[in-house]
């Protein structure tokens, strides 16, 4: 089993910066090499991939319409995946969501909400 919680979240200005932080836990996780990335999701709407990042941090993958604004890193030493989200636009609004892809994990998600 893998447990996935995300903080981090919150109301900002069109403009603003937030940080996602996902610490993951449990013994699959620290035994594997998982990829991991973000995920996010607005009501009527499905779920939408937004960053990927490798075990090794080597090849990270994004969304285009996030590219050159968000960045995904990861520390591994603290089982954390992070997303650093700049120059925040108010379509950036939703639910953000971490995701292990080596058993299909999830966190619970944490909110986004950038006003214009």
């Known amino acids: 089993q893998v447990q996935l919680v995300e903080s981090g979240g919150g109301l900002v200005q069109a403009g603003d910066s937030l940080r996602l932080s996902c610490a993951a836990s449990?013994?699959?996780?620290?035994?594997?090499?998982?990829?991991m990335g973000w995920y996010r999701q607005t009501p009527g709407k499905e779920r939408e991939f937004v960053a990927r990042?490798?075990?090794?941090?080597?090849?990270?993958y994004y969304i285009d319409s996030v590219k050159d604004r968000f960045t995904i890193s990861r520390d591994n030493a603290k089982n954390t995946v992070y997303l650093q989200m700049n120059s925040l636009k108010p379509e950036d609004t939703a639910i953000y969501y971490c995701?292990?892809?080596?058993?299909?994990?999830w966190g619970q998600g944490t909110q986004v909400t950038v006003s214009s």
């Open positions: 995701h292990c892809y080596l058993g299909d994990y």
């Open positions: 449990g013994r699959t996780f620290t035994d594997s090499t998982a990829d």
């Open positions: 990042i490798s075990w090794s941090g080597d090849r990270k």
